[in-house]
């Protein structure tokens, strides 16, 4: 086989101005054919072209020095990558290709923020909110069935183009193949001395405040609702008080694209100063979580661009002005990047708007400007005596906040650090990775590395998100279209229960020594094999995912995802054709999309605009 003999390394620093800390972004290219093979990158989804690229890894590793280099290998080294869109080969691949050039063997842990199309099957992909003609299986049915294995500890959160019946069995989160952890509809987990909070979906204010009302067998508005974030699990991470370090979410949270290079931003994304101006780019809900956990880290996808902004925070929740932080964010771009877009790259960035979505006004970190209710969910004072307490009427928000805030004095950072990336496509920044410490160095000690250098770390359950868990679990409903999520009670009232769930877990968990997350994968549907059709006109059945069963019998709460075979075939029986009304997209979100599809998304003319289905999600 031929080496490509232009192959070129880019290899950029990117302090963050915190001890300790230093960003490296490696992205790798050839011009040559073949070149996917010589890095053992065997996905369709992943074309032989052109990276962005340049030359300056040796200079790189002058000015970092040797005792940037070791302090790299004795952090906890984080991968990150944008949105996954099924190509699990090319990133992998491409993280092995970084390690090697900056001399470690490893990573401790991969970050993916989305999009990651988890599909076991091709019944998995027709409950897949894609356009027909963009499904594709993509590398992981492969891992799932076995075949393969991740060669890192991958996490990721859910995205809005995902394998929506799978997830559904996973909605505490667990693992989808060996070595790769779903973060679930909302998730706090420690990573060693690492505290990593995540939050799945996308913005859309119709469905913030319902219930999860889908289940498999979905409608077809269950596919394009399922992925839409909701007020109950914001509502849960709102309630922590204890400090993260890492934040995720696949939506941007609001205003976010302000504090950064926003004029480079809208650019080369002309769209998005339109959309920034009015309010509509990015998550008011992400924004809430980011505010009131302050990680020292927040990484996102979605939009499809590589995009760093700095969000620092006052005592009294107040920003440092937008300009001022564009600044400082300003060397967080390597100046050779992407200076120019593909000529070669057909555009497919653009989808539809959906029917009835009502675009959210600005917000900054501490006034609310979102609807924190709904009208078509108000109970009645009489209606809700009859209800047992924890539906007792909401406590008042302090006038003029946003949920979640004021932030307790136990969240004590000050400094957000929020980082975007593409989707794994030629010249595209989609692969981050990071030497990162704890805010807290204590943490350090308490959780050192194991003495296997192939996986110093695990993921372990968190008491506080545990106990969290405890108190809200009696009051989930999925798969009933008229059911009310429970009026919040305001974080006085919660903050006695969660204390005395607590102590459940320190008894009945930690103390006992369970809070590692067990290794216990197991296979629900069938895997997809060579010679399976790829494409089928039927949805996958619903199962009860062992892990979900072991979770819930851990906390000692309902496992609502749990039915006889007779109970489904029924709902089966039951359910309605899922009938796809012409002309549209697979969407979901709020405004103009960014497509996740073919070459570079789904938009004009690849999806449609018809008013009869205005599909639009940002891929």
Same mark, same amino acid.
């Given at each position: ?6 192959? +070129? ?9 915190r001890p300790r800390t230093t ?7 050839a011009t040559e054919q073949g070149?996917?093979?010589?890095? =053992? ?51 992998? =691949? ?39 003609? &963009? ?20 996490? %990721? ?6 394998? +929506?019946?799978?997830? +559904? ?97 809208? =650019? ?28 020292? &880290?927040? %990484? ?174 009696? &009051? ?48 629900? =549907? ?8 790829e494409f089928v006109q039927f ?81």
């Open positions: 086989m031929r080496v490509p003999g232009n192959l +070129s390394i880019l290899g950029s620093r990117c302090s963050f101005r960003q490296i972004l490696a992205v790798i290219g070149y996917h093979r010589f890095v =053992a990158i065997d996905t369709k989804l992943l074309h032989s072209k052109t990276f962005s690229t340049t030359s300056n890894f040796n200079h790189w590793k002058e000015e970092l020095g040797d005792d940037k280099l070791l302090q790299m290998k004795d952090s906890i080294r984080v991968g990150v990558a944008g949105c996954g869109h099924g190509t699990l080969n090319a990133i992998y =691949a491409s993280v092995a290709e970084s390690c090697k050039l900056r001399g470690i063997d490893t990573i401790d842990i991969l970050i993916i923020g989305g999009d990651f199309q988890a599909t076991r099957n091709a019944a998995d992909l027709t409950v897949m909110s894609v356009p027909a003609k &963009y499904r594709q299986l993509g590398d992981f049915p492969k891992y799932y069935s076995g075949e393969k294995k991740a060669p890192y500890l991958t996490i %990721f959160a859910a995205g809005n183009h995902e394998a +929506s019946a799978y997830l +559904s069995e996973l909605y505490y989160g667990g693992w989808v193949a060996p070595n790769i952890y779903y973060l679930g509809a909302a998730n706090v987990l420690r990573f060693g001395p690492l505290r990593i909070a995540a939050v799945g979906g996308i913005w859309n204010e119709p469905h913030y405040h319902k219930t999860h009302q889908e289940r498999v067998p979905f409608n077809y508005r269950d596919i394009r609702s399922f992925y839409h974030m909701r007020e109950f699990d914001v509502r849960k991470l709102l309630l922590l008080r204890e400090q993260v370090d890492i934040g995720l979410s696949h939506d941007w949270p609001q205003g976010i694209e302000r504090l950064g290079n926003h004029e480079r931003l809208f =650019a080369r994304k002309p769209d998005f100063k339109a959309e920034s101006n009015r309010g509509e780019l990015g998550n008011p809900a992400a924004a809430y979580i980011m505010d009131r956990l302050r990680p020292a &880290y927040w %990484f996102s996808a979605h939009l499809h661009i590589k995009y760093p902004a700095i969000k620092t925070y006052e005592d009294s929740s107040s920003e440092v002005p937008p300009e001022e932080i564009s600044e400082k964010a300003e060397h967080l771009l390597t100046a050779t990047e992407e200076v120019a877009a593909n000529p070669d790259e057909i555009d497919l960035d653009m989808e539809d708007d959906e029917d009835g979505q009502v675009p959210a006004e600005p917000t900054d970190a501490t006034t609310a400007t979102t609807s924190a209710t709904t009208t078509d969910q108000v109970v009645s004072d009489e209606l809700r005596a009859q209800l047992p307490a924890s539906f007792a009427k909401p406590t008042p928000a302090a006038s003029g906040l946003n949920p979640g805030q004021p932030v307790p004095p136990t969240i004590t950072n000050k400094t957000t650090r929020f980082l975007s990336l593409d989707k794994c496509l030629p010249r595209r920044g989609y692969l981050q990775l990071c030497p990162i410490q704890p805010i807290d160095p204590a943490q350090t000690e308490k959780f050192p590395p194991s003495k296997n250098p192939k996986q110093r770390f695990s993921l372990q359950y968190d008491p506080e998100w545990l106990a969290i868990t405890r108190v809200f679990a009696p &009051y989930l409903t999925i798969g009933d279209p008229n059911a009310v999520t429970p009026p919040n009670l305001g974080e006085e009232a919660y903050r006695p229960m969660i204390d005395r769930e607590r102590a459940w877990v320190e008894e009945n968990i930690v103390s006992k020594g369970k809070l590692a997350v067990p290794e216990n994968f197991a296979k629900t =549907a069938p895997p997809h094999r060579k010679g399976d059709p949805q996958p059945d619903e199962y009860t995912n062992p892990q979900t069963t072991a979770f819930c019998e851990l906390l000692d709460v309902p496992n609502l995802w749990d039915a006889t075979p007779e109970e489904r075939a029924e709902r089966k029986a039951n359910a309605p054709p899922m009938e796809f009304p012409t002309g549209g997209g697979g969407g979901g979100g709020r405004g103009r999309g960014r497509g996740g599809f073919g070459r570079g998304g789904a938009g004009r003319g690849r999806g449609g605009r018809g008013r009869g289905n205005r599909g639009g999600s940002k891929g």
